[in-house]
């Protein structure tokens, strides 16, 4: 793994110990695609970025320094994934922040995942819990994740759909979920928990998608069902416990639209052009 690490401005060989994003997950972080060396939605993650520190109270490294870092990083036009994560600064034991503490912050450089064309899931034990104080982040603490994610390999599913506490969809456990009710695309409101994905926000506006609560139900029901996120893209959803899907034009020209504006994505819509639609 190639990595950059800094405190404050200044670059280091690793963290001091007892920091508080290892102690505590105080931090946030995005999970970016690089195309050809950059990074098409890059603004759109800063802003979330910047919108989610605001909101903590974390002080963020100049946008400038990590530009430079990140590029340094993609030298020769590669692709791949980047991942950066921002730390609270300051050590020592105890909850209370550090006034005024330089920030942590670390790039990492990693492969892309393999394309598929579709995934399979199931319905989590795992539940999201309602906390507005954090709905929409995407902050380091993720041990709910964790543990769904866990039970996907119990499962032998690719995925999970996870619920709240009061029995919404909210999402699966690394991508968000848009379903194809009566001819219109919707997607489960993160306004209490979960988080607001940069590829969700894109295909909101692509899609004229309606933010809305789901039930476990509703979604079983859907016309189509895919799960996106700013890595994969689009991941159409064949098969939900005992309810199976074809493929569904909506999706392809979903997956068209989305490469329109991320060229990431490309060979992804074009592979599904490919495909020809089975009978359900």
Known sequence: ???????????????????????????????????????????????????????????????????????????????????????????GRGYAPTSAAAPLTMLSRHALPGAVESVSAHWCRTRWSIQPALAGLKHCNRLEQVLARGECEEAGTDEGLMLDTDGNVVSATAANVFVLRHGRWWTPSVARCGVAGVCRIHLIGLLQAAETDLSPAQVEGAEAVFLCNAVRGILPIARLEARAWSVHPAIAQARRLLADQHPGFLADATSMDCVTPTPQ
């Open 1 to 91: 793994m190639n990595a950059r690490v800094f405190v404050g401005e200044q670059q280091v060989d690793a963290w001091p110990i007892g920091n508080r994003l290892e102690s505590y997950g105080d931090g946030l972080f995005e999970t970016m695609r690089v195309h050809r060396g950059e990074v098409p939605w890059w603004g759109s993650h800063w802003h979330r970025l910047a919108n989610g520190a605001s909101r903590l109270g974390i002080t963020l490294p100049g946008e400038a320094l990590v530009r430079q870092a990140a590029a340094s990083m993609f030298e020769g036009a590669g692709d791949g994934v980047l991942k950066l994560l921002v730390g609270r600064g300051g050590v």
